[in-house]
């Protein structure tokens, strides 16, 4: 998860320019994107606490149909948010605008148990890597993604129509 991002965000930023690009980075578990503060290529702060989640949240949304930048928010543990019911609301409102906005999600979780299925449905790809065993949840896989079978270096990439096992 976290080198998945890393590279993500390593790959954006020498593919676009600061004004090709935004960033809008959220970290609430105060881990992975420190090293990126300073990028030119950030719409906004980092966002660490729920306050500035929000508040990034709703800068976000305040650009849709504003900008012809495209923003890409990234969030490194979207579980640590299901507690804050103003940024889940914030992040359905992004979901639900997706086809008339500049707006694009790129979410992970550790604990996909814990998000909200009207998120989850909502979400048209997803990737999932394989965990050890003893640190599945009973729950898992869920209705939406398996990663059962995977071996270490493999994941599974599915969207609305398709399931595709890839290393």
Not at 15 to 38: G, R, W
Not at 50 to 61: A, M, V, W
């Amino acid at each position: 998860k976290s080198n998945l991002f890393h590279m993500l965000i390593t790959n954006l930023i020498k593919t676009y320019s600061q004004d090709d690009i935004k960033l809008a980075l959220i970290d609430p578990k105060h881990v992975e994107f420190n090293s990126y503060k300073s990028l030119p290529h950030l719409f906004d702060s980092l966002a660490r606490t729920p306050e500035d989640i929000n508040t990034l949240l709703d800068n976000c949304l305040s650009q849709v149909g504003n900008s012809n930048t495209p923003i890409i928010i990234l969030i490194d543990e979207l579980a640590e948010l299901t507690f804050n019911n103003d940024a889940m609301l914030k992040i359905n409102s992004i979901l639900n605008n997706d086809l008339n906005s500049n707006i694009y999600l790129i979410m992970a979780s550790q604990r996909p148990i814990t998000i909200p299925d009207e998120i989850i449905t909502k979400t048209k790809t997803q990737i999932c890597f394989p965990l050890s065993q003893r640190k599945l949840p009973k729950s898992f896989p869920t209705k939406y993604t398996t990663a059962e079978h995977l071996n270490l270096g493999e994941m599974i990439f599915t969207n609305s129509t398709t399931k595709i096992q890839m290393q």
